[in-house]
């Protein structure tokens, strides 16, 4: 833990996570900053960069009392040095940022003032979009989960698995502290984890005000996710292996029948990956041929 010198609780904790974010940090950075709502604390981890990021995150630091800087001595990985900061924080509220990501100048502000005055919504996000993209809750994986019970929420979530727009979510710290799933290594589709096992705590909202826009150059969208997370033969097979055991784990106090469409649910959501995985690989290798 780093020392944390400011007597003042901010009301928000932000925390970035950066390797090599040389190229766009800086707008990622102003987007933070020029946030209308302003008593927050900024966390930003550099996973020891190779390039310039350290340079331009102490620049923005000297210049702004809010940011706290931290570089790791050595390379934790993106999963570890996401916990890193949300452990950091000390704020009511939390909020991940990455380094490529631009948030609209009202979203703190519109998204706090919901949470404040729906006590039983544990997040709240504005709609999301990649930069070069329009919002589509479907596809971003963003839409509101304001079912009564959490067995819907958690269906309607994972039944748009292919996005996981909520997890840049504001969130109520005291939720996502105690998050099983976020201390358990790094896998495949573990951000849809962190906000299934949210979605079982209670509703998370999407406002119609302001936006996230999401950049490309993270692994997610990386051709290389696979390879990242894949540790044993299984993966090849069954790429979301890790990913089942822990949401199966949630699903304890299933119906039967719901466990059932839980365990279909699985089965396509593999099948649709290892497709995936072997079309991914096999451009991989043609790319490395070329070379």
Known sequence: MTEK?????PLVSIGMFVYNGESCIRDSI?????????????????????????????EYAKKDSRIRYIRQSKNIGATANCLFVLDEAIGEYFIWAAHDDI???????????????????????SPVKFK???PDPVKMGDQSLNQETAQERFFDCINAWTGCGR????????????????RRGAYLGQDIAVILELAIKG????????????????????????????????????????????????????????KAQLAIT?????????LHQIKTELKL???EKLN
Not at 34 to 40: A, H, N
Not at 42 to 50: G, H, L, R
């Open 132 to 134: 070069d993209g329009m």
């Open 30 to 58: 102003e987007s933070i900053l020029s946030q209308s709502y302003k008593d927050f604390e900024f966390i930003i981890s550099d996973n020891a960069s190779t390039d310039d990021t350290q340079n331009i995150c102490k």
């Open 167 to 182: 997890f840049y979510s504001l969130i109520r710290r005291s939720a996502l502290i105690d998050n099983v799933t976020l």
């Open 203 to 258: 509703k998370l909202n999407r406002t119609s005000e302001g936006y996230v826009a999401l950049g490309r150059n993270g692994l997610s969208g990386s051709q290389t996710i696979y390879r990242t997370y894949r540790n044993s033969l299984l993966n090849w097979f069954i790429p979301l292996h890790e990913f089942n055991v822990q949401i199966w784990s949630f699903s304890s106090s299933f119906s039967f029948k719901n």
């Open 5 to 9: 010198i400011n007597s003042h609780i």
């Open 285 to 287: 290798l043609l790319a």
């Open 266 to 274: 699985m089965l396509k959501m593999n099948l649709i990956s290892s």
């Open 103 to 125: 948030k609209s100048e009202n979203f703190l502000e519109v998204n706090l003032k919901f949470l404040q005055k729906n006590p039983d919504y544990i997040a709240s996000t």
